[in-house]
């Protein structure tokens, strides 16, 4: 097998921002693993102030440790590959995805079926929410609005800057958008534990109807998400808390959170997701699939794997349609649907520029 990476950096129509970064572009590193005839994509975003992943040590990973595991493999020993990615290399779960996501989008090309169909899916929909920008109270109700126009019925607001002000950000964006929408709230560890149960408090005493609150204290204070969790009606959901199988049983034996986030960039591809998606349903735990800022392709993976091992509420799979244009093709946008492809594997036929 032969593995090629290229480079993307895709502009995004608008800027994407959070308590920890702002973003204008997905900066991606896209990987090509072919059998000389068929090839499987997968994405490795970089993602500095989340993962630590960058482009050039995503490249690196895969072009050293992971090139040299794989190597002497042929394409039909997909279990056998998958072990070897995983075991390559320490951490680099991005380029650990990357791989991953490839090998399963050739396997299933080799067969002439969609990624999601070789997964076990017979579904080729699923849904997303939207996620709403860090933005001042007349912005996020603005944008809550037009994401309701656009066809959104569940609405992510980013929060975690100041924890005052978004009391009443989020109060605006209720009242901007009634009732029915879903509302949930991402943190992304701004809040400290006080202010985080004081905000989800005052939004649970204005009747604000928050579906979840995703991580809303440091990713390493499992004490203080468990404090939390502990004082809301409020359901909390662990991101940044949780790579992998070690982080998620440490969560579950605190009781720290409700439901888990989890992301192919943040464990490593669908075969470890899948062993947090069981791991979580075995211990009653609610669980969503999220992504980072990434492509079609990163997306894509994602929206296949919720199609064959679906989760207990609306997952996070906005990513791409931030995309002022796609950089390949495969999954589409119709409001808050994902049309999952009709052709092989992820349904990539390669670069569009
Ligand atoms: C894109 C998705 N809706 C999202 O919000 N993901 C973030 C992290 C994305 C990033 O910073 O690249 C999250 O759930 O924290
Ligand atoms: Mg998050």
Redesign the pocket.
């Known amino acids: 097998m032969k593995i090629t990476t290229h480079r993307v950096s895709a502009p995004l129509h608008t800027p994407?921002i959070?308590a920890?970064?702002t973003?204008t572009h997905v900066e991606s590193l896209l990987v090509e693993v072919s059998d000389g005839e068929l090839s499987g994509w997968g994405e490795a975003?970089q993602?500095w102030?989340?993962t630590g992943d960058s482009l050039a040590g995503s490249q690196a990973c895969i072009e050293g440790p992971i090139t040299t595991a794989l190597d002497g493999l042929g394409p039909d020993d997909l279990t056998e590959a998958l072990r070897r990615v995983q075991g390559a290399a320490v951490g680099n779960f991005g380029a650990k995805d990357a791989v991953d996501v490839a090998l399963h989008d050739l396997a299933a090309r080799r067969r002439g079926q969609t990624l999601h169909g070789f997964l076990g899916s017979t579904v080729d929909l699923v849904r997303t929410d939207v996620?709403l920008s860090v933005g001042d109270a007349a912005a996020l109700a603005t944008a809550g609005r037009d994401r309701v126009a656009d066809g959104f019925d569940v609405l992510?607001i980013?929060v975690g800057t100041d924890a005052v002000g978004d009391i009443e950000r989020v109060r605006r964006v209720r009242e901007a958008i009634g009732p029915e929408p879903r509302l949930r709230l991402?943190a992304?560890q701004g809040w400290t534990r006080r202010d985080a149960v004081r905000v989800i408090r005052a939004l649970e005493d204005a009747g604000c109807a928050i579906e979840l609150v995703?991580?809303p204290v440091a990713a390493a204070d499992l004490d203080g998400m468990a404090w939390v969790t502990d004082r809301v009606s409020t359901p909390i959901l662990a991101?940044?808390s949780v790579y992998g199988v070690r982080d998620l049983v440490a969560v579950i034996r605190q009781g720290a959170a409700d439901l888990v986030?989890v992301k192919l960039a943040k464990c490593g591809g669908l075969a470890p997701a899948r062993t947090l998606l069981e791991l979580a349903r075995e211990h009653g735990l609610g669980a969503i699939v999220?992504?980072?800022?990434e492509s079609h392709v990163g997306v894509g993976a994602a929206a296949a794997l919720v199609s064959a091992y679906p989760t207990t509420t609306v997952n996070?799979l906005?990513?791409a349609w931030w995309l002022r244009e796609a950089p390949v093709t495969g999954i589409r946008y119709d409001g808050s649907l994902i049309h999952l492809p009709s052709a092989p594997g992820l349904g990539v036929t390669g670069l569009t520029a």
Do not use: H, I, S
């Open positions: 994407f959070t920890l970064r973003a975003p993602v102030k989340v996620t992510k980013k991402d992304n995703e991580q991101d940044e986030n999220g992504c980072m800022m996070d906005d990513a």
